[in-house]
T-cell receptor
Framework: DGGITQSPKYLFRKEGQNVTLSCEQNLNHDAMYWYRQDPGQGLRLIYYSQIVNDFQKGDIAEGYSVSREKKESFPLTVTSAQKNPTAFYLC?????????????FGSGTQLSVL | EDKVVQSPLSLVVHEGDTVTLNCSYEVTNFRSLLWYKQEKKAPTFLFMLTSSGIEKKSGRLSSILDKKELFSILNITATQTGDSAVYLCVIQGAQKLVFGQGTRLTINP
């Protein structure tokens, strides 16, 4: 079945540590996105990629980094520079950029700080 | 600054009730308004609205857009416990999506 897989479901980070969240899709979508969801707030865009080997900052990119070496994969690294990393992280993909009706989401990763 | 505001933020009703969820927006380069349902964790697409006054329906769910007043409503009739979820309103602009905070709907049996 086609879809988006995020792993792990739950992740704990120690202070000063970098952690990487995985996102893989087999939908053959060009565009991929990372969103952060905090309680009582809408999803906020961290980074997005429209094509392999290219990505752009979203609204809250500070303290995060990404790579897009393969079409299927768009991992997100939460660096130690991100001072408030506790949140729910959603990965999404779409055939083209900003086509909301064709946006598919993964099941998310809950990141917590120890 | 683009923004999408949903109300209420939380709603608890009994099974069988009808609910109306609201979404107002201020977004430059509006292209469409979308509704998503987020149960458990992954949001799933419900509706896309681009024209004012045209109701979209899917079973017990319906939605309408008013581009003059910059708002949309999502109606759910004869609610069931399976309708319990967070409902997200999203505006699609020229290059980005802007998400509302979501309305958490709880249906009690």
């Amino acid at each position: 079945d086609g879809g988006i897989t995020q792993s792990p479901k739950y992740l704990f980070r120690k202070e000063g540590q970098n952690v990487t969240l995985s996102c893989e899709q087999n939908l053959n979508h060009d565009a991929m996105y990372w969103y952060r969801q905090d309680p009582g707030q809408g999803l906020r865009l961290i980074y997005y990629s429209q094509i392999v080997n290219d990505f752009q900052k979203g609204d809250i990119a500070e303290g995060y980094s990404v790579s897009r070496e393969k079409k299927e994969s768009f991992p997100l690294t939460v660096t130690s520079a991100q001072k408030n990393p506790t949140a729910f992280y959603l990965c999404a993909s779409s055939p083209q950029t900003a086509r909301g009706e064709k946006l598919f989401f993964g099941s998310g990763t809950q990141l917590s700080v120890l | 600054e683009d923004k999408v505001v949903q109300s209420p933020l939380s709603l608890v009703v009994h099974e069988g009730d009808t609910v109306t969820l609201n979404c107002s927006y201020e977004v430059t380069n509006f292209r469409s308004l979308l509704w998503y349902k987020q149960e458990k964790k992954a949001p799933t697409f419900l509706f896309m609205l681009t024209s004012s006054g045209i109701e979209k329906k899917s079973g017990r769910l319906s939605s309408i857009l008013d581009k003059k007043e910059l708002f949309s409503i999502l109606n759910i009739t004869a609610t069931q416990t399976g309708d319990s979820a967070v409902y997200l309103c999203v505006i699609q602009g020229a290059q980005k999506l802007v998400f509302g905070q979501g309305t958490r709907l709880t249906i009690n049996p």
